[in-house]
């Protein structure tokens, strides 16, 4: 069998904030979306809270209208804010109960020969099992397969997580192997609080000979905004945790899959990478990564940030795997790698993120 993670970079609908394109605009953009929601959630909004809300609302360009570039304002009963024809504008919510909304991002359409190629790459790599990562939702998901994968896929999962943005992790597998169990890990704690920025779901699979294959599902924290020291630290806790869930599984056939965000030697790994007996399969002497260890942008050895990290007895039983990157564009003008006929210009790239995918002798278990 052939198990694989791709990030999909959202199949149909992604925040205009994420576009590579605008990333040096959408990164303060991503910051003040994400202390915005900290101080919304305030069960009361004290003098202090109040002036950080107005100042990460006018960093969104929120504070006076409710509908900007790159995000939106609902107030959908009672009211957040009151803007006065003088131009004053106020917080006039006394804390979290005392009105209904939020901010969000706004949206783009994908384009549609990058999604194109988004499936193409899917197409080429035929993973019996594969982790997805950046769904928005299990309906984008159901209806991208329906569309563009020739019913490869019977079963699909996702489900919500914490980011939102509408950035999830699923999964999706042929028919030969179902989809038997999940379990969510969206709402685990630790002495810091919630652990994940998305979710560790686990996806128990039929393998036959009443064996399962465990797979967990990650998108940990981002470096792309936020302050180093706090993103490390938090990619650490759910690096951590991830460890915990791994042991915990009964059977011996597990796998930890998907966008890490950080690369092998890092200390935040350090937990999953060199705490567990798990195993990389780009170590196996039979993977080939075409000259470039990374997975991400450039694919350089700093670029490594997508995995499939297997359980001994899965890793013993692997034959090798390799990295899909015809859907990436290769560097400034494409040309770094072989890259599809259908990708003329960087917008027409499947995904930032090339597929990595690992292959299994079931014979061998």
């Keep these: 069998m052939r198990i694989a993670s791709y990030n999909v970079e959202n199949l149909f609908n992604r925040a205009k904030a994420l576009d590579q394109r605008t990333w ?37 360009g929120l504070r006076n209208g409710d509908l900007a570039k790159f995000a939106r304002l609902r107030q959908n009963r009672g009211r957040l804010l009151r803007r006065s024809r003088d131009g004053r504008v106020e917080v006039i919510a006394g804390g979290r109960a005392d009105w209904i909304g939020w901010v969000e991002l706004t949206t783009d359409r994908c384009d549609e020969q990058a999604l ?6 899917i197409m080429d790599v035929r993973a019996d099992v594969l982790g997805v990562i950046e769904a928005e939702s299990r309906h984008a998901l159901k209806r991208f397969t ?14 919500d997580g914490n980011d939102e943005r509408g950035i ?33 779901p686990e996806y128990h699979f039929d393998i036959g000979r009443d064996e399962r294959l ?38 011996p056939y597990v796998v ?23 195993r990389d399969i780009s170590a196996h002497p039979g993977f080939t990564d075409g000259g ?12 490594k940030l997508d995995y499939l990290l297997l359980s001994p007895a899965l890793f013993a039983a692997a034959t090798g795997g390799g990295i899909q990157r015809k859907g990436v564009w290769g560097g400034r003008n494409g040309v770094l790698w072989p890259i599809y006929d259908t990708m003329t210009r960087a917008v027409h790239a499947g995904s930032d993120h090339a597929a990595i995918y690992a292959d299994v002798d079931l014979n061998k278990l």
Excluded: W
């Design 292 to 303: 470039r260890p990374g997975t991400y942008g450039s694919c350089t050895a700093r670029n």
């Design 116 to 121: 194109l190629n988004t499936a193409r790459v």
């Design 168 to 200: 999830d992790v699923g999964v999706m597998s042929t028919p030969a192997f179902p989809l038997s169990g999940q379990r969510t890990h969206v709402d685990d704690e630790d002495e810091r609080g919630r652990v994940f920025s998305r979710d560790c």
């Design 214 to 251: 465990v797979v967990l599902v990650n998108h940990l924290k981002s470096k792309g905004y936020g302050g180093k020291v706090a993103s490390d630290a938090t990619r650490r806790r759910q690096a951590a945790r991830v460890a915990e869930i791994y042991r915990a599984q009964r059977s």
């Design 146 to 159: 329906e569309g563009g994968l020739r019913g490869l896929y019977h079963h699909i999962m996702v489900m």
């Design 24 to 60: 040096a605009a959408g990164r303060p953009v991503l910051e003040a979306f994400a202390r915005a929601g900290e101080l919304l959630e305030e069960p009361v909004y004290t003098d202090e809270v109040k002036r950080e809300i107005l100042r990460e609302l006018d960093r969104l």
């Design 256 to 278: 930890v899959l998907g966008d890490l965000n950080d690369t092998p030697e890092s200390e935040p790994l350090a937990p999953l990478l060199r705490g567990t007996d798990l």
